[in-house]
């Protein structure tokens, strides 16, 4: 039988510990990057850009050609590379903001692409001549499938839509102040353009109906920019 001294020690209670020793201690993570390091860091360099062995023409068409490169790339690696090197492209995205400037009209198309193997609805656009000015391609390129011109230009942005392995870079330019006018398509184009209001573009983004790499950058990267939101 236990004595009641040694009772009382087996049930005393323990010393109450600190509800801050309890709380675990965040895990190290680490900081966010500045955006302005961020663009830093994205600066193109000298010091930066890959040493070219030897490059080979292995397909040459109409649009665009196929080279065959050995490199060694800024980290120092030996590889080979295939390459689809092309002029370059312009984008518009035509506005129309005479009757509702915080829901202005788009200019969309739609046209085949057989290599998508479906319709799909685009911005207009098209690739460049050999040293061409990219302003002036744009509206040459809006023109012709539209017949619109525009009284205002400006640069929204530059991309390239799969680096990997293709050198295209694509230019988007915003055009206001538009004129109506005669279209005038290549001969293998068959383009069909309507006037679709910002919103309603955004709500075909959102439903997956417009599946254009490029009109998804310049649509979602306007209305951004201008604060535009999606309609009821």
Not at 19 to 45: F, G, N, Q, R, V
Not at 66 to 83: A, C, N, T, Y
Not at 188 to 205: A, G, H, N, P
Request: net charge positive; charged share 35%; aromatic share 6%.
């Amino acid at each position: 039988m236990l004595s009641k001294k040694k009772a009382a020690k087996a049930v005393a209670p323990k010393k109450a510990v600190k509800k801050s020793a309890l709380k675990a201690k965040p895990a190290a993570t680490k900081k966010p990057a500045k955006a302005k390091k961020l663009l830093k860091a994205a600066e193109p360099a000298a010091a930066q850009a890959a040493r070219l062995l030897s490059s080979e023409t292995v397909f040459e068409g109409p649009l665009f050609r196929v080279q065959h490169d050995k490199l060694i790339e800024p980290g120092g690696k030996h590889s080979e590379r295939d390459v689809i090197r092309h002029n370059g492209s312009v984008v518009i995205l035509a506005v129309d903001r005479t009757k509702n400037k915080k829901n202005p009209w788009i200019v969309v198309e739609r046209q085949y692409r057989h290599a998508a193997n479906q319709f799909l609805w685009e911005l207009p656009a098209g690739k460049l001549d050999p040293d061409e000015d990219p302003l002036e391609g744009a509206k040459r390129e809006l023109a012709e499938e539209t017949g619109y011109s525009a009284k205002k230009w400006r640069p929204l942005v530059e991309y390239y839509a799969s680096p990997g392995f293709l050198g295209e870079s694509m230019k988007v330019f915003v055009a206001e102040g538009l004129v109506a006018g005669d279209a005038h398509p290549e001969d293998d184009e068959d383009i069909d353009f309507r006037l679709v209001k910002l919103s309603d573009v955004l709500k075909m983004i959102e439903k997956g109906a417009i599946k254009d790499g490029k009109t998804l950058t310049s649509v979602l990267l306007y209305a951004r920019i201008n604060g535009s939101k999606r309609g009821k």
